[in-house]
């Protein structure tokens, strides 16, 4: 993926037939550590401040809004879609937009959820008339260039077989395998805005596949 292209083993954590999640690899191993806290199905709300530098952050959990006061640095790693939003619901974005939806303005930041990325995909189904043995995951991985003169790979193919529970649940024939093909170095550019105030209303994602 970084040089010309070509076909290889995926890089995947696999252990007894079921692939590894980084929360299961890194974290599940230490989780009796008197430092550690981990505490599933609460949502981070908002960030707090004193001024403008930041305290600690705002969760819905257990049925309650509970403040957690951080000792040194807050770390907000929510992914490319919530990370903007737990922002600019903490007053840090566009302040023309956050006025809008009467979130107090912090620090007007208007590149707060633009520039947002993804890689979209196609994918191609073929029946096959033998059963073919299910896989955790691709047995190959294939990077390649749509066009001379790119410094690297810009799509990707993973043919994979499909499991009986996904050919049922997608209406497909029970034998079968799949040929996605994923767009892997995008230019198009999208953007990430609020509908409203309430940690519970959703964002509005403007894909913006077709830009480029």
């Known amino acids: 993926m970084e040089s010309d292209g070509g076909a290889s083993v995926p890089d995947m954590l696999i252990r007894d037939g079921k692939r590894q999640s980084v929360f299961r690899s890194y974290i599940v191993p230490y989780m009796d550590r008197p430092n550690l806290t981990v505490l599933p199905h609460a949502l981070v709300t908002q960030l ?9 952050v705002q969760i819905s959990y257990d049925g309650s809004v509970r403040r957690i006061r951080a000792g040194r640095e807050v770390i907000l790693s929510l992914g490319a879609i919530h990370t903007p939003k737990v922002l600019m619901q903490s007053g840090i974005g566009d302040e023309v937009e956050l ?18 990325q993804d890689h979209p ?22 990077f390649w260039k749509s066009k001379t003169g790119l410094g ?30 994923i767009v ?3 230019k198009s550019r999208a953007s990430i805005r609020l509908t409203g105030s309430n940690p519970a209303d959703p964002v509005q994602i403007e894909a913006n596949y077709l830009c480029d």
């Open 48 to 56: 707090t401040f004193e001024d403008k530098r930041t305290t600690g």
């Open 99 to 116: 006025n809008h939806f009467g979130v107090p303005v912090i620090q007007h930041l208007p590149g707060v959820g633009l520039g947002f």
């Open 121 to 142: 995909g196609v994918c191609c189904l073929w029946e096959c008339p033998d059963s073919l043995p299910s896989r955790p995951a691709p047995e190959a991985v294939i």
């Open 152 to 181: 690297s790979p810009d799509f990707q193919i993973l043919p994979s077989v499909l499991s009986a529970g996904d050919a049922a649940r997608l209406g497909l024939p029970a034998g079968g395998w799949a040929l996605p093909g």
């Open 184 to 186: 892997a170095n995008t």
